[in-house]
Protein backbone atom coordinates (compact mmCIF):
# COMPACT_ATOMS: atom_id res chain seq x y z
CA UNK A 1 0.00 0.00 0.00
CA UNK A 2 1.17 3.42 -0.95
CA UNK A 3 1.28 7.05 0.76
CA UNK A 4 1.47 10.08 -0.83
CA UNK A 5 4.09 12.79 0.04
CA UNK A 6 3.55 16.35 -0.84
CA UNK A 7 7.60 17.63 -2.20
CA UNK A 8 7.38 21.55 -2.59
CA UNK A 9 10.79 22.05 -4.48
CA UNK A 10 12.95 25.10 -5.83
CA UNK A 11 15.04 24.60 -9.49
CA UNK A 12 17.39 26.08 -11.56
CA UNK A 13 16.99 23.35 -14.18
CA UNK A 14 15.18 24.48 -17.79
CA UNK A 15 11.93 24.49 -17.97
CA UNK A 16 10.16 22.03 -20.20
CA UNK A 17 7.01 23.47 -21.76
CA UNK A 18 4.38 21.73 -23.26
CA UNK A 19 2.19 22.54 -26.42
CA UNK A 20 0.09 24.66 -24.53
CA UNK A 21 2.79 26.54 -22.92
CA UNK A 22 2.34 24.97 -19.43
CA UNK A 23 5.70 23.74 -17.67
CA UNK A 24 5.33 19.88 -17.54
CA UNK A 25 8.65 19.15 -16.26
CA UNK A 26 12.97 20.02 -16.20
CA UNK A 27 15.37 19.30 -17.71
CA UNK A 28 19.57 18.31 -17.39
CA UNK A 29 20.58 22.04 -18.08
CA UNK A 30 20.81 25.29 -16.35
CA UNK A 31 17.62 27.73 -16.65
CA UNK A 32 17.43 30.61 -18.91
CA UNK A 33 20.06 33.02 -16.59
CA UNK A 34 22.65 30.15 -16.22
CA UNK A 35 20.85 28.90 -13.57
CA UNK A 36 20.42 31.70 -11.34
CA UNK A 37 16.65 32.13 -12.36
CA UNK A 38 14.38 29.70 -10.12
CA UNK A 39 11.16 28.50 -10.01
CA UNK A 40 9.56 26.88 -7.25
CA UNK A 41 6.41 23.95 -7.08
CA UNK A 42 5.48 21.17 -5.58
CA UNK A 43 4.58 17.65 -6.30
CA UNK A 44 2.73 14.80 -5.71
CA UNK A 45 5.00 11.34 -4.92
CA UNK A 46 4.02 7.75 -3.90
CA UNK A 47 5.62 5.70 -1.49
CA UNK A 48 5.55 1.99 -1.50
CA UNK A 49 7.59 -0.99 -0.87
CA UNK A 50 11.31 -1.86 0.93
CA UNK A 51 13.47 -0.56 0.50
CA UNK A 52 11.12 2.73 0.11
CA UNK A 53 10.50 3.04 -3.81
CA UNK A 54 8.76 6.82 -4.90
CA UNK A 55 6.92 7.86 -8.01
CA UNK A 56 5.53 10.92 -9.11
CA UNK A 57 1.77 11.12 -9.00
CA UNK A 58 1.04 12.10 -12.95
CA UNK A 59 -0.29 15.60 -13.20
CA UNK A 60 0.31 16.40 -10.26
CA UNK A 61 2.87 19.03 -10.49
CA UNK A 62 2.33 22.43 -10.04
CA UNK A 63 4.90 24.97 -10.82
CA UNK A 64 3.85 28.58 -9.24
CA UNK A 65 3.23 31.25 -11.08
CA UNK A 66 6.26 34.05 -12.19
CA UNK A 67 5.39 37.60 -13.23
CA UNK A 68 8.10 39.90 -13.08
CA UNK A 69 7.57 42.56 -15.73
CA UNK A 70 4.37 43.92 -14.50
CA UNK A 71 2.27 47.21 -15.22
CA UNK A 72 2.75 50.48 -13.59
CA UNK A 73 1.19 50.15 -9.84
CA UNK A 74 1.01 46.14 -10.14
CA UNK A 75 2.93 43.66 -7.80
CA UNK A 76 5.48 40.84 -9.59
CA UNK A 77 4.32 37.73 -9.02
CA UNK A 78 6.80 35.35 -7.40
CA UNK A 79 7.07 31.86 -7.04
CA UNK A 80 9.36 31.79 -3.92
CA UNK A 81 6.15 33.88 -1.87
CA UNK A 82 4.40 31.15 -3.07
CA UNK A 83 6.22 28.70 -1.69
CA UNK A 84 6.94 30.46 1.33
CA UNK A 85 3.34 30.77 1.83
CA UNK A 86 2.79 27.26 1.91
CA UNK A 87 5.42 26.79 4.37
CA UNK A 88 4.80 29.52 7.01
CA UNK A 89 2.28 27.63 9.25
CA UNK A 90 4.62 24.96 9.66
CA UNK A 91 7.25 26.99 10.14
CA UNK A 92 4.91 29.42 12.72
CA UNK A 93 4.35 25.97 14.45
CA UNK A 94 8.12 24.59 14.54
CA UNK A 95 7.10 22.08 12.45
CA UNK A 96 10.04 20.16 11.34
CA UNK A 97 10.99 21.19 7.48
CA UNK A 98 14.14 19.10 5.76
CA UNK A 99 15.99 21.21 2.82
CA UNK A 100 17.45 18.42 0.87
CA UNK A 101 19.75 18.82 -2.08
CA UNK A 102 20.59 15.31 -4.32
CA UNK A 103 23.35 14.30 -5.99
CA UNK A 104 24.73 13.27 -9.39
CA UNK A 105 22.86 10.83 -11.74
CA UNK A 106 19.71 12.48 -11.03
CA UNK A 107 17.13 13.28 -13.64
CA UNK A 108 14.01 16.30 -12.15
CA UNK A 109 11.50 13.07 -11.49
CA UNK A 110 14.41 11.09 -9.58
CA UNK A 111 14.99 13.78 -7.27
CA UNK A 112 11.70 14.33 -6.48
CA UNK A 113 10.89 10.66 -5.84
CA UNK A 114 14.18 10.25 -3.27
CA UNK A 115 13.02 13.45 -1.36
CA UNK A 116 9.63 11.81 -0.67
CA UNK A 117 11.21 8.12 0.14
CA UNK A 118 13.56 10.44 2.38
CA UNK A 119 10.82 11.01 4.50
CA UNK A 120 8.73 7.96 4.01
CA UNK A 121 11.87 5.89 5.43
CA UNK A 122 12.71 8.38 8.24
CA UNK A 123 9.52 8.21 9.21
CA UNK A 124 9.37 11.84 10.52
CA UNK A 125 6.63 14.30 10.52
CA UNK A 126 8.29 17.14 8.72
CA UNK A 127 7.42 18.87 5.50
CA UNK A 128 10.64 18.79 2.70
CA UNK A 129 12.00 20.82 0.04
CA UNK A 130 13.79 19.85 -2.29
CA UNK A 131 16.66 21.98 -4.57
CA UNK A 132 16.41 20.56 -7.89
CA UNK A 133 20.12 21.38 -9.08
CA UNK A 134 20.66 20.11 -13.53
CA UNK A 135 21.61 16.77 -12.96
CA UNK A 136 22.17 14.48 -16.19
CA UNK A 137 20.02 11.26 -14.90
CA UNK A 138 23.02 9.30 -16.18
CA UNK A 139 26.42 7.79 -14.66
CA UNK A 140 28.48 8.70 -17.45
CA UNK A 141 27.74 12.37 -17.08
CA UNK A 142 29.69 12.55 -14.25
CA UNK A 143 31.34 15.58 -15.33
CA UNK A 144 28.76 17.30 -16.88
CA UNK A 145 27.11 16.78 -13.36
CA UNK A 146 30.12 18.20 -11.46
CA UNK A 147 30.45 21.25 -13.78
CA UNK A 148 26.55 21.80 -13.43
CA UNK A 149 26.62 21.77 -9.47
CA UNK A 150 29.48 23.98 -9.12
CA UNK A 151 27.17 26.60 -11.47
CA UNK A 152 24.61 25.93 -9.05
CA UNK A 153 25.71 27.08 -5.85
CA UNK A 154 24.67 30.76 -6.46
CA UNK A 155 20.99 29.52 -6.74
CA UNK A 156 21.24 27.53 -4.32
CA UNK A 157 22.79 30.55 -1.54
CA UNK A 158 19.57 32.44 -3.18
CA UNK A 159 16.79 29.45 -1.69
CA UNK A 160 19.02 29.45 1.87
CA UNK A 161 19.07 33.23 1.84
CA UNK A 162 15.22 33.39 1.45
CA UNK A 163 14.69 31.07 3.92
CA UNK A 164 17.03 33.92 6.63
CA UNK A 165 14.67 36.24 5.82
CA UNK A 166 11.59 33.99 6.68
CA UNK A 167 13.25 32.99 9.92
CA UNK A 168 13.92 36.64 10.47
CA UNK A 169 10.17 38.67 9.67
CA UNK A 170 8.66 35.52 11.76
CA UNK A 171 11.47 36.23 14.89
CA UNK A 172 10.96 40.03 14.69
CA UNK A 173 6.90 39.30 14.73
CA UNK A 174 6.58 36.61 17.58
CA UNK A 175 10.63 37.11 19.32
CA UNK A 176 8.52 34.63 22.03
CA UNK A 177 7.20 31.84 20.08
CA UNK A 178 9.16 28.80 19.53
CA UNK A 179 11.94 28.97 16.89
CA UNK A 180 11.50 27.26 13.05
CA UNK A 181 12.93 23.86 12.92
CA UNK A 182 14.26 23.76 9.44
CA UNK A 183 17.11 21.03 8.86
CA UNK A 184 19.83 20.78 6.14
CA UNK A 185 20.41 17.18 4.29
CA UNK A 186 22.70 16.73 1.55
CA UNK A 187 23.75 13.16 -0.36
CA UNK A 188 27.11 12.92 -2.36
CA UNK A 189 27.40 16.12 -5.31
CA UNK A 190 24.81 17.79 -3.78
CA UNK A 191 27.37 18.50 -0.99
CA UNK A 192 29.70 20.08 -4.17
CA UNK A 193 26.27 21.95 -4.90
CA UNK A 194 26.94 23.34 -0.99
CA UNK A 195 30.21 24.30 -0.97
CA UNK A 196 30.12 26.90 -3.82
CA UNK A 197 26.68 27.85 -2.32
CA UNK A 198 28.59 28.70 0.63
CA UNK A 199 30.79 31.08 -1.13
CA UNK A 200 27.80 33.00 -2.82
CA UNK A 201 26.24 33.15 0.91
CA UNK A 202 29.78 34.45 1.85
CA UNK A 203 29.98 36.89 -0.89
CA UNK A 204 26.32 38.18 -0.13
CA UNK A 205 24.91 37.19 3.22
CA UNK A 206 21.71 38.31 2.90
CA UNK A 207 19.18 39.24 0.52
CA UNK A 208 19.46 43.22 -0.71
CA UNK A 209 17.06 45.06 -2.28
CA UNK A 210 17.19 46.66 -6.17
CA UNK A 211 20.27 49.25 -6.04
CA UNK A 212 21.56 48.69 -2.89
CA UNK A 213 25.00 48.23 -2.41
CA UNK A 214 26.69 44.64 -2.75
CA UNK A 215 29.42 43.98 -0.07
CA UNK A 216 33.09 45.32 -0.78
CA UNK A 217 34.58 42.19 1.33
CA UNK A 218 33.43 38.68 1.62
CA UNK A 219 32.48 37.89 4.91
CA UNK A 220 33.94 35.47 7.67
CA UNK A 221 30.81 34.45 9.11
CA UNK A 222 28.03 33.46 8.56
CA UNK A 223 24.31 33.41 10.04
CA UNK A 224 22.50 29.85 11.52
CA UNK A 225 19.33 29.09 9.99
CA UNK A 226 19.61 25.31 10.33
CA UNK A 227 18.94 23.00 13.74
CA UNK A 228 20.95 20.02 12.12
CA UNK A 229 23.19 20.08 8.99
CA UNK A 230 23.78 16.40 7.67
CA UNK A 231 26.45 15.52 5.04
CA UNK A 232 25.32 11.76 3.83
CA UNK A 233 28.27 10.27 1.44
CA UNK A 234 29.96 13.74 0.64
CA UNK A 235 31.19 13.61 -2.68
CA UNK A 236 33.65 16.87 -2.13
CA UNK A 237 37.26 16.95 -0.28
CA UNK A 238 38.03 15.83 2.24
CA UNK A 239 39.84 19.01 3.91
CA UNK A 240 36.74 21.28 3.14
CA UNK A 241 36.21 22.13 6.53
CA UNK A 242 40.01 23.41 6.59
CA UNK A 243 39.56 25.70 3.80
CA UNK A 244 37.58 28.87 3.86
CA UNK A 245 36.98 28.46 -0.08
CA UNK A 246 35.59 24.86 0.69
CA UNK A 247 33.14 24.54 3.67
CA UNK A 248 35.02 26.00 6.41
CA UNK A 249 32.01 28.17 7.14
CA UNK A 250 29.33 25.92 6.64
CA UNK A 251 29.43 25.01 10.52
CA UNK A 252 28.14 28.95 11.11
CA UNK A 253 24.85 27.70 9.10
CA UNK A 254 23.75 25.37 12.11
CA UNK A 255 23.91 23.92 15.21
CA UNK A 256 25.76 20.68 14.29
CA UNK A 257 27.31 19.32 11.39
CA UNK A 258 26.89 15.41 10.81
CA UNK A 259 29.20 14.17 8.24
CA UNK A 260 28.56 10.22 7.24
CA UNK A 261 31.49 8.56 5.59
CA UNK A 262 32.36 4.70 4.73
CA UNK A 263 35.43 2.92 3.38
CA UNK A 264 32.92 0.66 1.10
CA UNK A 265 31.08 3.57 -0.49
CA UNK A 266 31.94 2.78 -4.71
CA UNK A 267 30.69 5.46 -5.77
CA UNK A 268 33.47 7.54 -4.14
CA UNK A 269 35.94 5.62 -3.57
CA UNK A 270 36.26 4.37 -7.36
CA UNK A 271 34.53 6.78 -9.37
CA UNK A 272 35.14 10.11 -8.00
CA UNK A 273 38.28 9.47 -5.98
CA UNK A 274 40.30 6.92 -8.56
CA UNK A 275 38.47 7.54 -12.31
CA UNK A 276 37.95 11.31 -11.60
CA UNK A 277 41.10 11.42 -9.79
CA UNK A 278 39.39 14.02 -7.01
CA UNK A 279 41.63 13.12 -4.40
CA UNK A 280 40.61 11.74 -1.02
CA UNK A 281 36.62 12.30 -0.76
CA UNK A 282 34.74 13.93 2.69
CA UNK A 283 32.36 10.81 2.51
CA UNK A 284 35.14 8.52 2.33
CA UNK A 285 37.38 9.35 4.88
CA UNK A 286 35.68 11.81 6.64
CA UNK A 287 36.97 15.03 7.31
CA UNK A 288 40.80 14.99 7.30
CA UNK A 289 41.74 16.46 10.84
CA UNK A 290 39.12 16.84 13.60
CA UNK A 291 41.28 18.92 15.80
CA UNK A 292 41.59 21.94 13.94
CA UNK A 293 38.15 22.21 12.42
CA UNK A 294 34.83 23.30 14.12
CA UNK A 295 33.61 21.14 17.12
CA UNK A 296 30.72 21.71 15.63
CA UNK A 297 31.48 18.86 13.19
CA UNK A 298 30.89 15.39 13.98
CA UNK A 299 31.94 12.66 11.78
CA UNK A 300 30.32 8.90 11.86
CA UNK A 301 32.03 5.75 10.29
CA UNK A 302 29.39 3.87 8.67
CA UNK A 303 31.03 0.99 7.34
CA UNK A 304 30.34 -1.47 9.63
CA UNK A 305 26.86 -1.31 8.44
CA UNK A 306 27.07 -0.87 5.01
CA UNK A 307 27.58 -4.06 2.97
CA UNK A 308 30.81 -3.81 0.97
CA UNK A 309 29.69 -4.53 -2.97
CA UNK A 310 31.05 -3.03 -5.84
CA UNK A 311 27.75 -1.15 -6.81
CA UNK A 312 26.24 2.01 -6.18
CA UNK A 313 23.67 0.80 -3.15
CA UNK A 314 27.17 1.20 -0.80
CA UNK A 315 26.54 5.04 -1.84
CA UNK A 316 22.84 5.21 -0.99
CA UNK A 317 22.99 3.78 2.50
CA UNK A 318 21.47 7.15 3.94
CA UNK A 319 18.42 6.11 2.52
CA UNK A 320 18.36 1.90 2.53
CA UNK A 321 19.96 0.88 5.67
CA UNK A 322 18.36 0.92 8.96
CA UNK A 323 21.15 1.66 11.25
CA UNK A 324 22.18 4.55 9.10
CA UNK A 325 18.60 6.00 9.29
CA UNK A 326 18.44 5.50 13.20
CA UNK A 327 21.19 7.76 13.65
CA UNK A 328 20.18 10.09 11.66
CA UNK A 329 16.57 10.55 12.48
CA UNK A 330 18.10 10.85 16.00
CA UNK A 331 20.27 13.61 14.96
CA UNK A 332 17.42 15.43 13.58
CA UNK A 333 15.84 14.73 16.86
CA UNK A 334 18.49 16.63 18.55
CA UNK A 335 19.52 13.91 20.14
CA UNK A 336 23.38 15.07 22.08
CA UNK A 337 26.27 13.32 19.94
CA UNK A 338 27.46 10.97 22.55
CA UNK A 339 24.42 9.99 23.47
CA UNK A 340 22.81 8.20 20.51
CA UNK A 341 22.29 4.64 20.28
CA UNK A 342 24.60 2.64 18.23
CA UNK A 343 27.25 4.51 18.06
CA UNK A 344 30.80 3.84 19.83
CA UNK A 345 33.07 6.81 20.27
CA UNK A 346 36.97 6.46 18.88
CA UNK A 347 39.94 7.80 20.29
CA UNK A 348 39.95 11.15 18.56
CA UNK A 349 36.86 13.42 19.55
CA UNK A 350 33.72 14.10 17.79
CA UNK A 351 34.38 10.98 15.44
CA UNK A 352 31.81 7.72 16.26
CA UNK A 353 31.47 4.21 14.69
CA UNK A 354 28.15 2.77 14.25
CA UNK A 355 28.43 -0.99 14.82
CA UNK A 356 25.71 -3.90 14.27
CA UNK A 357 23.12 -4.68 16.44
CA UNK A 358 23.68 -8.33 17.72
CA UNK A 359 21.07 -10.81 18.50
CA UNK A 360 23.38 -13.69 19.20
CA UNK A 361 26.96 -14.54 20.79
CA UNK A 362 29.51 -11.99 19.28
CA UNK A 363 30.82 -13.04 16.21
CA UNK A 364 34.20 -12.67 13.97
CA UNK A 365 32.01 -12.47 10.99
CA UNK A 366 30.87 -9.32 10.04
CA UNK A 367 27.27 -8.82 9.88
CA UNK A 368 25.75 -7.63 6.53
CA UNK A 369 22.40 -5.55 7.03
CA UNK A 370 19.78 -6.16 5.34
CA UNK A 371 17.01 -3.72 3.64
CA UNK A 372 14.46 -2.88 6.24
CA UNK A 373 10.77 -1.24 5.79
CA UNK A 374 10.27 2.13 7.54
Avoid at 110 to 119: G, N, V
Wanted: net charge positive.
Amino acid sequence: MSKQYTVYFATNRNPIVGSAGKITGFGPYLSQAQGMDLRYGQIQVAVSGAPKQGKIVPGSLRVYDEKMLVGLGQQPKRGSDELFSALRPSLASAKTIVLFVHGFFNTFSDSMERAATILAFYGIDADILAFGWPSQGTLLGYQLDRGMARQSGPAFARVVRRLMAEVAEMTKAAPNASPPVIHLLCHSMGNYVLRFGVQALLAQPRDVDAGDPLPSAPATHLPTVFRQIILAAADEDSDAFDRQDKLRALPDLGRRVTVYYTHEDWVLTVLSGTFQFNGPRLGATGPDNMATISDKVVAVDVSNVVPAELNATSHQYYRIYGPVRDDAVAVLSGQASDKIPGRVATAVPRRYVIVPKRTAAPSRKRSTPALVDA
